[in-house]
């Protein structure tokens, strides 16, 4: 499975973003995707997951302001992220796992390359 995320970039607090993630390669009946942010220097934090029976979890700290979804038709998870805060800064990388979604650990099978997320 390869994971190409897009749609980083750099926004002044209070704006909004939209990250995307296109799969190719392997597709699983079942499956979890997620979104999950690392902070130089710091451990990889889950933001948002989704799983293939519609199970959705977001980290306290985006309740409310990020919504997660996936357009299956089109192989791509997406991330909405509105009213960003200074600390929403980091690497957002994509995830996808045939089996679960696990945040203690972070752990999954295949990961993207990362995309930046800049918040002024």
């Known amino acids: 499975v390869q994971l190409v995320e897009s749609g980083g970039g750099s926004v002044q607090a209070g704006g909004s973003l939209r990250l995307s993630c296109t799969a190719s390669?392997?597709?699983?009946?079942?499956?979890?995707l997620g979104w999950f942010r690392q902070i130089p220097g710091k451990e990889r934090d889950g933001v948002a997951t989704?799983?293939?029976?519609?199970?959705?979890e977001y980290a306290d700290s985006v309740k409310g302001r990020f919504t997660i979804s996936q357009d299956t038709a089109k192989n791509t998870l997406n991330l909405q992220m509105n009213s960003l805060k200074p600390e929403d800064t980091g690497m957002y990388y994509c995830?996808?796992?045939?089996?679960?979604?696990?945040?203690?650990?972070?752990?999954?099978?295949?990961w993207g390359q990362g995309t930046q997320v800049t918040v002024s």
């Open positions: 995830a996808a796992d045939p089996l679960r979604c696990s945040w203690y650990p972070v752990e999954a099978s295949y």
């Open positions: 390669g392997s597709t699983y009946s079942s499956y979890c």
């Open positions: 989704i799983d293939s029976d519609g199970n959705v």
